[in-house]
Protein backbone atom coordinates (compact mmCIF):
# COMPACT_ATOMS: atom_id res chain seq x y z
CA UNK A 1 0.00 0.00 0.00
CA UNK A 2 1.45 3.43 -0.81
CA UNK A 3 1.10 5.25 2.17
CA UNK A 4 2.81 8.81 0.70
CA UNK A 5 0.21 9.08 -1.82
CA UNK A 6 -3.09 7.91 0.50
CA UNK A 7 -1.41 10.36 3.41
CA UNK A 8 -1.94 7.77 6.14
CA UNK A 9 1.73 6.70 8.36
CA UNK A 10 0.96 3.80 10.50
CA UNK A 11 1.67 4.07 13.85
CA UNK A 12 3.56 1.84 16.13
CA UNK A 13 3.72 3.53 19.11
CA UNK A 14 1.46 5.90 21.37
CA UNK A 15 1.44 9.51 20.02
CA UNK A 16 -0.10 12.41 22.10
CA UNK A 17 -1.85 15.29 20.03
CA UNK A 18 -4.37 17.64 21.45
CA UNK A 19 -7.63 16.87 21.69
CA UNK A 20 -9.69 17.33 18.31
CA UNK A 21 -6.15 17.18 16.02
CA UNK A 22 -5.35 14.37 13.90
CA UNK A 23 -1.72 12.92 14.35
CA UNK A 24 0.14 13.62 11.97
CA UNK A 25 3.82 13.22 10.86
CA UNK A 26 6.04 15.22 8.35
CA UNK A 27 6.91 12.66 5.10
CA UNK A 28 9.58 12.73 2.88
CA UNK A 29 8.80 10.69 -0.05
CA UNK A 30 12.37 9.69 -1.66
CA UNK A 31 11.22 9.29 -4.86
CA UNK A 32 10.70 11.68 -8.07
CA UNK A 33 7.92 11.15 -10.54
CA UNK A 34 9.27 10.63 -13.93
CA UNK A 35 6.84 10.17 -17.10
CA UNK A 36 7.63 8.37 -20.68
CA UNK A 37 6.15 8.89 -24.10
CA UNK A 38 6.10 6.08 -26.76
CA UNK A 39 6.03 6.50 -30.22
CA UNK A 40 5.47 3.13 -32.24
CA UNK A 41 5.20 2.47 -35.98
CA UNK A 42 2.43 0.37 -36.40
CA UNK A 43 4.15 -1.29 -39.75
CA UNK A 44 7.78 -2.71 -38.08
CA UNK A 45 6.77 -2.42 -34.15
CA UNK A 46 10.04 0.35 -33.91
CA UNK A 47 9.50 1.91 -30.87
CA UNK A 48 11.09 5.21 -29.34
CA UNK A 49 10.62 6.39 -25.71
CA UNK A 50 11.28 9.80 -24.65
CA UNK A 51 11.44 10.31 -20.51
CA UNK A 52 10.17 13.69 -19.35
CA UNK A 53 9.82 15.03 -15.85
CA UNK A 54 6.36 16.70 -16.14
CA UNK A 55 3.29 16.63 -18.23
CA UNK A 56 2.19 19.89 -19.56
CA UNK A 57 1.58 20.98 -22.93
CA UNK A 58 5.01 22.52 -23.76
CA UNK A 59 6.43 19.54 -22.69
CA UNK A 60 4.51 16.99 -24.72
CA UNK A 61 5.45 20.21 -27.66
CA UNK A 62 9.15 19.38 -27.36
CA UNK A 63 8.67 15.51 -27.23
CA UNK A 64 7.12 15.60 -30.55
CA UNK A 65 8.98 18.25 -32.15
CA UNK A 66 12.02 16.25 -31.23
CA UNK A 67 10.43 12.85 -32.55
CA UNK A 68 9.26 14.73 -36.34
CA UNK A 69 12.94 16.21 -36.28
CA UNK A 70 14.76 12.53 -35.62
CA UNK A 71 12.26 11.03 -38.27
CA UNK A 72 13.35 13.77 -40.67
CA UNK A 73 9.54 15.37 -41.03
CA UNK A 74 9.29 18.62 -42.88
CA UNK A 75 6.87 20.11 -45.57
CA UNK A 76 7.44 16.84 -47.81
CA UNK A 77 7.25 14.46 -45.31
CA UNK A 78 4.37 14.88 -42.29
CA UNK A 79 4.04 12.15 -38.87
Keep these: MDEHRLGLQPIT ?26 FVCPESGASQFWLVPEVTKRAYQLVVAAFAASLGAGPDHHI
Design 13 to 38: RPVWTPTGHPATRPVQPRYDWLYLYA
